[in-house]
DNA sequence: AGTGATTGACTACGTTTGTAGTCTTGGTGT
DNA sequence: ACACCAAGACTACAAACGTAGTCAATCACT
């Protein structure tokens, strides 16, 4: 029942993401730039994530490799839906509008939409 | 600079976006069902939504008018962008794509979708 | 005018989060 | 063999959150 994964806990995941197993170290080292975390923090972080079974260690002689549990896929998936579902009752088309607004979709964007959109169509049949 | 707005806000927020200027006591009757929040509750997540900025009061009498400061359209345009910076960055496609797959967008939904997207390729030009 | 209900202000309190620090133990290098 | 260091376990602690309770003022009614 993987609880809430928080902000801090996220940029922990995203490094584990792009790379796993990783040793505590080596991910306190992907995220020393980016937030400046002592080792300590990037650890309590860890062991949060393993608590709440979003990423799982195997033993590497006395230290901990840890692999995400969840795909950034699927959480990608969950954060995604509920963010439809809470702001748009789950529809994409609001979603989509939004962002346009906000970001100013590029024309290479609208046109892979356009794509994503045929395909959907196509499968939908 | 208005912070975060968190899960149990939102609801209050989401009343007040229904119906505004309403009462606390208001609030809370509308929330009732939903939350089964004592009154207290919904005054003191009033209270807290007042400090941060997203709600403003007006006084009537010996009760406070409680209204949005934030509408929910723009709400939902900063959160759908943080969703897909912190996922996709900032792509939509991608974001898209994964709606279609959790929710198996209706057809409906792809039509919607593929006229909202030649708006907007009509409004690039 | 007195009494009770209602309102906002303030306080409370356990939990979660962000951000570490201390303790214990087991390798490492000499 | 031993001193040291790095790893995880456990502890810390303030701020934010969820969910109320208490208090003082005030309005509504008898």
Known sequence: MSKQITKAEFQVMDALWAQSPLAATDVAERLAN??????????????RLVEKG?????????RFLYSPKVTRDS??????????????EGRAA????????????????????????EELKRDSN
Chains 1, 2 share one sequence.
């Not at 799982?56 to 006395?62: K, L, M, V, W």
């Not at 959480?75 to 748009?88: I, N, P």
């Not at 609001?94 to 024309?107: D, F, I, T, Y």
């Open 34 to 47: 980016d937030t400046g975390w002592s080792l300590k923090t990037v650890k309590t972080l860890l062991s």
């Open 54 to 62: 979003a990423v799982s260690h195997t033993t590497e002689g006395r």
């Open 75 to 88: 959480y990608a998936r969950r954060a995604t839906q509920r963010l439809a579902d809470q702001l748009f």
């Open 94 to 117: 609001p979603l989509v509008a939004h962002l346009a607004e906000s970001k100013g979709l590029s024309k290479d964007d609208l046109q892979e939409l356009a794509v994503l959109i």
